[in-house]
Nanobody, 115 residues
Framework: QVQLVESGGGLVQAGGSLRLSCAASGITFSSNVMGWYRQAPGKQRELVVFMSGGGSTHYADSVKGRFTISRDNAKNILYLQMNALKPEDTAVYYC?????????WGQGTQVTVSS
Protein backbone atom coordinates (compact mmCIF):
# COMPACT_ATOMS: atom_id res chain seq x y z
CA GLN A 1 0.00 0.00 0.00
CA VAL A 2 1.36 3.38 -1.04
CA GLN A 3 1.55 6.10 1.60
CA LEU A 4 2.81 9.64 1.13
CA VAL A 5 3.42 11.98 4.05
CA GLU A 6 4.40 15.59 3.45
CA SER A 7 6.16 17.89 5.87
CA GLY A 8 8.05 21.16 5.86
CA GLY A 9 5.33 23.66 5.15
CA GLY A 10 4.92 26.86 7.10
CA LEU A 11 4.81 30.64 7.06
CA VAL A 12 7.60 32.52 5.32
CA GLN A 13 8.14 36.06 4.09
CA ALA A 14 8.33 36.84 0.42
CA GLY A 15 11.79 36.11 -0.90
CA GLY A 16 12.35 33.37 1.64
CA SER A 17 12.85 29.65 1.22
CA LEU A 18 11.26 26.42 2.37
CA ARG A 19 12.00 22.78 1.72
CA LEU A 20 9.15 20.33 1.59
CA SER A 21 9.64 16.61 2.15
CA CYS A 22 7.48 13.68 1.14
CA ALA A 23 8.21 10.42 2.92
CA ALA A 24 6.96 7.58 0.76
CA SER A 25 6.34 3.92 1.43
CA GLY A 26 5.14 1.13 -0.80
CA ILE A 27 6.54 2.65 -3.96
CA THR A 28 9.87 2.66 -5.81
CA PHE A 29 10.89 6.11 -7.02
CA SER A 30 13.01 4.86 -9.89
CA SER A 31 10.07 3.00 -11.41
CA ASN A 32 7.35 5.60 -11.11
CA VAL A 33 6.52 9.26 -11.64
CA MET A 34 6.65 11.41 -8.53
CA GLY A 35 5.64 15.02 -8.27
CA TRP A 36 4.35 18.00 -6.40
CA TYR A 37 1.04 19.77 -6.94
CA ARG A 38 -0.52 22.73 -5.18
CA GLN A 39 -3.96 24.14 -4.60
CA ALA A 40 -4.61 27.74 -3.64
CA PRO A 41 -7.91 28.81 -2.06
CA GLY A 42 -10.66 28.96 -4.65
CA LYS A 43 -8.45 27.53 -7.37
CA GLN A 44 -7.97 24.15 -8.99
CA ARG A 45 -5.09 21.91 -8.04
CA GLU A 46 -2.18 22.50 -10.38
CA LEU A 47 1.06 20.79 -11.24
CA VAL A 48 4.21 22.28 -9.75
CA VAL A 49 6.77 19.75 -10.95
CA PHE A 50 7.12 16.07 -11.67
CA MET A 51 10.07 13.72 -11.95
CA SER A 52 10.06 10.55 -13.99
CA GLY A 53 11.53 7.30 -12.77
CA GLY A 54 14.59 8.03 -14.89
CA GLY A 55 15.04 11.45 -13.29
CA SER A 56 13.82 13.78 -15.99
CA THR A 57 11.80 16.71 -14.72
CA HIS A 58 9.08 19.08 -15.85
CA TYR A 59 8.38 22.33 -14.04
CA ALA A 60 5.44 24.69 -14.27
CA ASP A 61 6.52 27.96 -15.85
CA SER A 62 5.55 29.84 -12.70
CA VAL A 63 8.20 28.07 -10.61
CA LYS A 64 11.03 27.51 -13.08
CA GLY A 65 14.32 28.76 -11.74
CA ARG A 66 12.97 29.03 -8.20
CA PHE A 67 11.87 25.50 -7.24
CA THR A 68 13.90 22.31 -7.43
CA ILE A 69 12.66 18.75 -7.09
CA SER A 70 14.98 16.03 -5.85
CA ARG A 71 14.76 12.60 -4.34
CA ASP A 72 16.66 10.28 -2.07
CA ASN A 73 16.06 6.79 -3.44
CA ALA A 74 17.67 5.10 -0.45
CA LYS A 75 15.45 6.89 2.06
CA ASN A 76 12.41 7.06 -0.23
CA ILE A 77 12.01 10.79 0.34
CA LEU A 78 10.99 13.31 -2.30
CA TYR A 79 11.95 16.94 -1.78
CA LEU A 80 10.86 20.29 -3.10
CA GLN A 81 13.27 23.13 -2.49
CA MET A 82 11.45 26.43 -2.89
CA ASN A 83 13.44 29.65 -3.15
CA ALA A 84 12.50 33.25 -3.84
CA LEU A 85 8.98 32.54 -2.65
CA LYS A 86 6.17 34.86 -3.67
CA PRO A 87 2.76 35.49 -2.10
CA GLU A 88 1.19 33.77 -5.10
CA ASP A 89 2.98 30.56 -4.08
CA THR A 90 0.67 30.35 -1.08
CA ALA A 91 -1.20 27.05 -1.30
CA VAL A 92 -1.53 23.57 0.08
CA TYR A 93 1.21 21.48 -1.49
CA TYR A 94 0.58 17.82 -2.24
CA CYS A 95 2.96 15.00 -2.96
CA UNK A 96 1.84 12.80 -5.84
CA UNK A 97 2.79 9.34 -7.06
CA UNK A 98 1.69 7.79 -10.33
CA UNK A 99 2.07 4.09 -10.95
CA UNK A 100 0.82 2.08 -13.89
CA UNK A 101 -2.27 1.21 -11.89
CA UNK A 102 -3.11 4.16 -9.69
CA UNK A 103 -2.53 7.73 -8.58
CA UNK A 104 -1.74 8.49 -4.96
CA TRP A 105 -1.82 11.70 -2.92
CA GLY A 106 -0.46 12.84 0.38
CA GLN A 107 -2.52 14.79 2.87
CA GLY A 108 -0.91 18.09 1.91
CA THR A 109 1.14 20.69 3.73
CA GLN A 110 0.29 24.40 3.92
CA VAL A 111 2.71 26.97 2.58
CA THR A 112 1.92 30.60 3.30
CA VAL A 113 4.04 33.42 1.89
CA SER A 114 3.49 36.85 3.38
CA SER A 115 4.20 40.04 1.48
Amino acid sequence: QVQLVESGGGLVQAGGSLRLSCAASGITFSSNVMGWYRQAPGKQRELVVFMSGGGSTHYADSVKGRFTISRDNAKNILYLQMNALKPEDTAVYYCNAQTTRNVYWGQGTQVTVSS
